[in-house]
């Protein structure tokens, strides 16, 4: 063989090997599934199996909330069969990756997908340097086992959709890990339904699922960190603020330092212990056999340090004001003429959404937040006050076109004023109140918005009321508000707005 030849054989054999060590293992029957941090990863790791290799891309040390993809990252991902990420308001970055894999063969996982979340805090955990950071919607729900059962069946059902030859087999391993987390959900409710304190004090606000699934209260501090000490006049006011509320466990993610436990044992009596959001675990924890479900057992066992212990209703450190103008507390004076145009656009009602069920996360959240009704009583309220047989309305300049069971009608609207009513509960709400020009108006001759704004701003969401008597007939309809959304907006979006507003 000559030389040529021989060098041409060998530059051959060399392109298939390193064809070979580029095809991604679906190729060879095994999934290639790249996750972003750890509990996407343990929880995508228990269901796929022996049917693939599970990866994790942000490792320990590295901070989740600030981490930035890299090139290598990006390759990383790309090269992968499966990308499995928590939601975009934990993992920023992921929504300009998603817009350069419009035409890459990874399949795409949102481990949250159809869930709702809660608004951010304005405040939520501050890094080494000072440095805080926010959630337009609070991302944490992997904390609450109760929703992690839920992020593991959707990873579930989008890897069934994605490989339905594997079903079986993702079905199977789900079911394990489900039963698994079930144990972990039963023992937090046995843990924590007779809390003797259900409000615990943190450093890093996460836990707000957590609290919320199971009956306790997260209060959350700022302004300190595990391992520096708080300034002189930061120090001074904790132990005020602890004394006060007779706090004995104040909870940091990770162990604070001995000075600090010292400093604030000493000044305000109070003992520092370990609640950990499950960002990461250390290669070294996982090779201890560490895992998500040990983690929250030992999360656990930690609240019950608070719980056990009878104590003050603990009070946030900075109360909220709760008497803002969105709710109804305002001065006659603040209030301004607004035009047909601040409500200008295409809307849909929300009522076709609490018909199919998209709305029930929402009762949900309203039952744990303000638990005055039960999920059900929400649901029937809310059945009354968004009823309505008009689907769609179309605002532009003068002109309002209803939609109601097929057809249409179409007016033209002159502005008359705004009303002011006073509720029971003492808070108020303004009405804006337009007229329609046509004698044929019927039903549509007298319209009334509210939308919790009272100067000319542009409408995100408004409840209407119509009617062809008079305007001070409308002014006595306080159970019926038929309630509208952008129509752009998908049912999620609207029950997402919905909760945060």
Same mark, same amino acid.
């Not at 003992?271 to 250390?282: H, M, W």
């Not at 946030?316 to 507390?329: A, C, N, R, S």
């Not at 004698?439 to 918005?449: C, L, R, W």
């Given at each position: 063989?000559?030389?040529?030849?021989?060098?041409?054989?060998?530059?051959?054999?060399?392109?298939?090997?390193?064809?070979?060590?580029?095809?991604?293992?679906?190729?060879?029957?095994?999934?290639?599934?790249?996750?972003?941090?750890?509990?996407?990863?343990?929880?995508?790791?228990?269901?796929?199996?022996?049917?693939?290799?599970?990866?994790?891309?942000?490792?320990?040390?590295?901070?989740?909330?600030?981490?930035?993809?890299?090139?290598?990252?990006?390759?990383?991902?790309?090269?992968?069969?499966?990308?499995?990420?928590?939601?975009?308001?934990?993992?920023?970055?992921?929504?300009?990756?998603?817009?350069?894999?419009?035409?890459?063969?990874?399949?795409?996982?949102?481990?949250?997908?159809?869930?709702?979340?809660?608004?951010?805090?304005?405040?939520?955990?501050?890094?080494?340097?000072?440095?805080?950071?926010?959630?337009?919607?609070?991302?944490?729900?992997?904390?609450?086992?109760?929703?992690?059962?839920?992020?593991? @069946? +959707?990873?579930? &059902? /989008?890897? =069934?959709?994605?490989?339905? !030859?594997?079903?079986?087999?993702?079905?199977? *391993?789900?079911? %394990?890990?489900?039963?698994?987390?079930?144990?972990?959900?039963?023992?937090?409710?046995?843990?924590?339904?007779?809390?003797?304190?259900?409000?615990?004090?943190?450093?890093?606000?996460?836990?707000?699922?957590?609290?919320?699934?199971?009956?306790?209260?997260?209060?959350?501090?700022?302004?300190?960190?595990?391992?520096?000490?708080?300034?002189?006049?930061?120090?001074?006011?904790?132990?005020?603020?602890?004394?006060?509320?007779?706090?004995?466990?104040?909870?940091?993610?990770?162990?604070?330092?001995?000075?600090?436990?010292?400093?604030?044992?000493?000044?305000?009596?109070?003992?520092?212990?370990?609640?950990?959001?499950? @960002? +990461?675990?250390? &290669? /070294?924890? =996982?090779?201890?056999?560490? !895992?998500?479900?040990?983690?929250?057992?030992? *999360?656990?066992? %930690?609240?019950?340090?608070?719980?056990?212990?009878?104590?003050?209703?603990?009070?946030?450190?900075?109360?909220?004001?709760?008497?803002?103008?969105?709710?109804?507390?305002?001065?006659?004076?603040?209030?301004?003429?607004?035009?047909?145009?601040?409500?200008?656009?295409?809307?849909?009602?929300?009522?076709?959404?609490?018909?199919?069920?998209?709305?029930?996360?929402?009762?949900?959240?309203?039952?744990?937040?303000?638990?005055?009704?039960?999920?059900?009583?929400?649901?029937?309220?809310?059945?009354?006050?968004?009823?309505?047989?008009?689907?769609?309305?179309?605002?532009?300049?003068?002109?309002?076109?209803?939609?109601?069971?097929?057809?249409?009608?179409?007016?033209?609207?002159?502005?008359?004023?705004?009303?002011?009513?006073?509720?029971?509960?003492?808070?108020?709400?303004?009405?804006?109140?337009?007229?329609?020009?046509?004698?044929?108006?019927?039903?549509?001759?007298?319209?009334?918005?509210?939308?919790?704004?009272?100067?000319?701003?542009?409408?995100?969401?408004?409840?209407?009321?119509?009617?062809?008597?008079?305007?001070?007939?409308?002014?006595?309809?306080?159970?019926?508000?038929?309630?509208?959304?952008?129509?752009?907006?998908?049912?999620?979006?609207?029950?997402?707005?919905?909760?945060?507003?």
């Amino acid at each position: 063989m000559n030389v040529k030849k021989f060098g041409w054989l060998l530059l051959v054999a060399l392109a298939l090997v390193l064809t070979a060590c580029g095809k991604s293992q679906s190729q060879n029957g095994k999934l290639k599934v790249m996750t972003t941090f750890y509990p996407v990863y343990d929880f995508t790791k228990n269901i796929v199996g022996d049917e693939g290799t599970v990866d994790l891309l942000i490792g320990a040390g590295s901070e989740p909330h600030e981490y930035e993809l890299s090139a290598k990252g990006r390759a990383m991902i790309q090269d992968s069969d499966v990308f499995v990420y928590e939601n975009e308001n934990m993992e920023t970055w992921v929504p300009n990756l998603l817009k350069s894999m419009k035409d890459k063969k990874t399949k795409v996982i949102d481990a949250t997908k159809g869930m709702v979340l809660l608004p951010g805090l304005e405040e939520e955990h501050e890094h080494e340097g000072g440095e805080e950071h926010h959630h337009e919607y609070d991302p944490h729900l992997w904390l609450s086992p109760h929703r992690a059962m839920r992020m593991v @069946e +959707s990873i579930r &059902d /989008q890897l =069934m959709a994605a490989y339905p !030859d594997k079903k079986k087999t993702f079905e199977k *391993n789900a079911q %394990a890990y489900l039963k698994k987390l079930q144990a972990l959900d039963q023992a937090y409710q046995d843990g924590l339904k007779d809390a003797k304190q259900k409000n615990f004090v943190t450093q890093h606000a996460a836990f707000r699922y957590l609290a919320l699934d199971y009956g306790l209260n997260q209060v959350a501090i700022s302004g300190i960190s595990p391992d520096s000490e708080p300034s002189v006049a930061r120090l001074r006011e904790l132990t005020e603020y602890i004394k006060k509320n007779e706090i004995k466990v104040i909870y940091f993610e990770e162990n604070a330092s001995n000075s600090l436990a010292k400093t604030l044992s000493s000044e305000a009596g109070v003992e520092l212990a370990v609640l950990n959001p499950l @960002e +990461s675990l250390t &290669d /070294q924890e =996982m090779k201890d056999g560490e !895992d998500y479900v040990s983690v929250m057992k030992e *999360n656990l066992k %930690a609240l019950e340090k608070t719980t056990s212990q009878a104590g003050k209703d603990i009070q946030p450190e900075h109360e909220e004001d709760d008497k803002t103008v969105q709710k109804g507390y305002f001065e006659d004076s603040q209030v301004k003429d607004r035009s047909l145009e601040n409500y200008a656009g295409d809307w849909k009602s929300v009522y076709p959404y609490l018909q199919d069920g998209t709305l029930d996360q929402v009762f949900d959240y309203k039952a744990k937040l303000n638990p005055t009704m039960t999920a059900a009583e929400y649901k029937e309220y809310y059945t009354k006050g968004y009823q309505t047989d008009i689907d769609r309305i179309k605002i532009d300049k003068d002109s309002m076109e209803f939609y109601q069971k097929g057809s249409s009608k179409k007016y033209t609207y002159k502005y008359v004023g705004k009303h002011i009513l006073t509720y029971k509960k003492g808070n108020r709400g303004v009405r804006y109140l337009f007229e329609a020009k046509e004698s044929d108006a019927g039903d549509f001759k007298y319209v009334q918005f509210s939308d919790h704004e009272i100067t000319p701003v542009k409408a995100a969401h408004f409840h209407i009321f119509h009617g062809g008597k008079s305007q001070e007939a409308l002014y006595d309809e306080l159970e019926n508000w038929p309630t509208y959304y952008p129509s752009n907006l998908s049912g999620l979006e609207v029950a997402q707005e919905m909760l945060a507003h």
